[in-house]
């Protein structure tokens, strides 16, 4: 049973592949580009969620699967968004914490040798 | 098989209604190959310890007050002209995705038991993906010895990106280097018929495509929180 189930046409597997070449190349010119601030950053999610979604659902077959074993899997990792704001929140208390006793940094960076 | 009896005696229907019978069945849950329920669990408990990392990575960059370097010139190269942002970066990403590619044509010939094409197909997966290992350790030594960063120090910023680093992309490369051996033990058994003799199933290489697939995505994760952000 599960053999035919899990035979897609190759056609819908050569798309995706060429997608994700297509994404990848995009996420790589938000950078060449130098986009900054929240629109690099929006982009830069956007096209992170469309790659990972093409990889789990077609690759990854989940398209196909039965909803308990979607649900099983993809629901606990919501609770990671949780885990996100709360971390981030904290590292935001954290970061003011040492400006206001420490005062800012003094640290001279120091351009990468090439 | 849209009327499948299951052995609690409830149908096998889409949906909601589907999903309640599973949960009630007698004896599984998942009506699918033990292995590849196995191989789902796993990955969900490994994608929790990558969050782990890359939550973590958040954290220690919020907090820093000294400035994070900035990726797009840490990593890149120059062939003699000037250097190339991301450039190592952007073709392990599209080694990556092709042996991705190559992974799934792999899975599909298995099943249409094409055990040749489904051991070369393999094999070329994990040629990729020794190729992605070992740029990945270039790119350890041009940072490890060039650029003088450590776990607990580095000249360009924040300290913490030393430690981020290598621990985010240790445990991924760690990750690709088990596939790869995975991989090769897999095709191997392809070709030499192991699995014939245990009753022609090939759904090992669709379980051995999932983790391929999970360490491509974890790839995009830190591609785009690590080097792009």
Known sequence: ?114 | MSEAVLDSGAVEAPGAKGLVNDWSRDKQVFGVPWGKAMMWIFLLSDTFIFSCFLVGYMSVRIATTDPWPVPSEVFALSFGGDPIPLVLIAIMTFILITSSGTMALAVNMGYRKDRKKTFWLMVATAILGASFVGMQAFEWSKLIIDEGVRPWYNPMGAAQFGSSFFMITGFHGMHVTAGVIYLLIIAFRVRNGFYEKRGGKYEIVEIAGLYWHFVDLVWVFIFAFFYLW
Do not use: C
């Open chain 1, 1 to 114: 049973m599960a053999a035919e189930g899990q035979q897609h046409p190759l056609k819908i597997y050569y798309m995706i592949w060429a997608l994700l070449f297509v994404v990848s190349f995009f996420s790589y010119m938000v950078d060449y580009l130098h986009f900054h601030g929240a629109l690099r950053w929006t982009l830069i999610l956007i096209f992170m969620f469309v790659k990972a979604g093409f990889i789990v659902a077609i690759f990854m077959h989940m398209t196909w699967e039965r909803l308990a074993l979607k649900l099983a899997i993809l629901g606990p990792p919501v609770a990671i968004l949780v885990l996100i704001g709360l971390m981030s929140l904290e590292g935001g208390y954290v970061e003011n914490s040492r400006i206001e006793n420490y005062g800012e940094s003094t640290f001279v960076p120091e351009a990468p040798a090439h």
